[in-house]
């Protein structure tokens, strides 16, 4: 089989949906499918990509981490015409996505959406963010289900999201994969030295992009609560991003700076020694479809601690692999991070939790894929070359654009009717 992939986020990226596109792109190939993966131009990225098509891009986009493609179709028609794809796997609704759901309808070929993102969560990174902006961003997403022969949801609770907004009901819940075994073994004591933090200390850890929609002036609040009552206890913070001010701030506010360590963006397996380092994971975004990093996490045997919300609910079940929290309570987070200070009240869990991780490892992932794929080509026919002087091309050009106009018009009542 032969996928094309339409992404936003690729290398160097480091985030959910670049690593998920990365993972299902090698496990695909692993298994003989040929894959070609369409992404924005970025600073930094490798020099040699076999089957990886760039296109122009504004880089760090309003301040952010994200770059903002811009999507010139004509540019990639050589590439897709050689490569000649049996179906068309878009991981965004917007930018790049609009071009997948082109060059779908242009060569009348399948498109498969994975909703991987809530994106009414990320607004404030569009100048003018207002709830307005924020139901713009819900319909964009439903809306693009609707040009799609199939979608896929991380998780269930994502599905029954989208099935109560009004999506495409063909949805199908496929969790992101995870290289489960490279994540068992780690060199935590080393990073531990490094950071100067002692063998027998008790370590709450994160990580992940420092981002506001990620919930962290509460997940700091509550941990330098704990820190407070546990003298020995530490902080590991993996990533990098604006809300790192603000949660250093929050330690120094409450005494427990010293025991706050950021490490940065780590990659490899410098990242997997740092899960070794800690004990237990801390959680607390609202702004996941999954949150693959939990998964990551408990492969490395370690429980989580996390707030309820949509796709983590799949992940952490509470007195088992970790424990759920209701809502946003500083106080009770960090009770449940003191409770866990004791080796044998988290030596279950963590037991429970590399269980956990073995449902998610991408190996599967893939294989789900796979059947989501065959079922959406089932109803369409096989890529055919068309001339590209005819009217045959000139009429399935002019089809998308209108597939297009009717997917911006049915967003664009549903502005109207909120007003």
């Not at 496929?174 to 068992?184: A, I, K």
Request: with cysteine; aromatic share 6%; net charge negative.
């Amino acid at each position: 089989m032969k996928v094309l992939m339409f992404t936003n986020t690729y290398l160097p990226i480091v985030g959910g949906v670049s690593e998920s596109v990365q993972r299902l792109k090698r496990r695909l190939q692993d298994a003989g499918h040929r894959v070609l993966v369409v992404a924005p131009r970025l600073a930094g990225q490798p020099a040699e990509e076999p089957d990886v098509v760039r296109v122009a891009a504004v880089q760090h986009f309003n301040g952010s981490d994200f770059s903002l493609p811009i999507p010139l179709p004509g540019q990639l028609f050589d590439e897709i015409e050689t490569f000649e794809p049996d179906i068309v796997h878009a991981h965004h609704p917007f930018l790049l996505g609009g071009t997948a759901a082109r060059v779908a309808e242009t060569y009348g070929l399948p498109l498969v959406f994975t909703h991987h993102t809530l994106y009414e969560h990320y607004t404030h990174y569009v100048p003018g963010d207002s709830p307005r902006m924020r139901r713009f961003a819900i319909a964009l997403a439903t809306e693009y289900t609707r040009l799609c022969d199939a979608v896929i949801a991380p998780s269930e609770s994502i599905r029954d999201l989208l099935l109560e907004r009004g999506a495409n009901p063909e949805i199908s819940v496929v969790p992101s994969g995870v290289d489960t075994l490279r994540f068992v073994m780690g060199n935590g004591s080393g990073r531990r030295e490094r950071l100067g933090i002692a063998p027998e200390a008790y370590v709450v850890g994160h990580l992940g992009r420092l981002a506001r929609e990620k919930n962290l002036a509460f997940l700091a609040e509550a941990v330098a609560c704990a820190l407070a009552v546990l003298p020995e206890a530490h902080f590991l913070v993996v990533g990098e991003g604006e809300a790192r001010r603000t949660m250093a701030e929050i330690a120094t506010v409450r005494g427990v700076a010293a025991r706050f360590h950021f490490t940065g963006r780590l990659e490899g397996q410098a990242l997997i020694d740092a899960y070794h380092a800690m004990d237990v994971f801390a959680f607390s975004s609202h702004s996941e479809t999954q949150g693959m990093v939990l998964a990551e996490a408990m492969a490395a045997g370690l429980p989580v601690v996390a707030v309820a919300a949509p796709g983590v609910c799949e992940v952490v079940v509470d007195g088992h692999n970790g424990r759920l929290l209701a809502e946003d309570d500083a106080a009770a987070m960090a009770a449940a991070l003191i409770d866990l200070a004791g080796v044998e009240r988290r030596a279950p869990l963590g037991e429970a939790a590399l269980a956990t991780a073995a449902a998610f490892d991408e190996a599967c992932y893939a294989e789900r894929c796979l059947v989501v794929y065959r079922r959406a080509m089932a109803c369409r026919p096989p890529f055919a070359q068309v001339d590209d002087r005819g009217w045959e091309r000139v009429r399935s050009r002019l089809g998308a654009e209108w597939q297009l106009l009717r997917h911006r018009g049915r967003l664009l009542k549903h502005l109207v009717q909120e007003e």
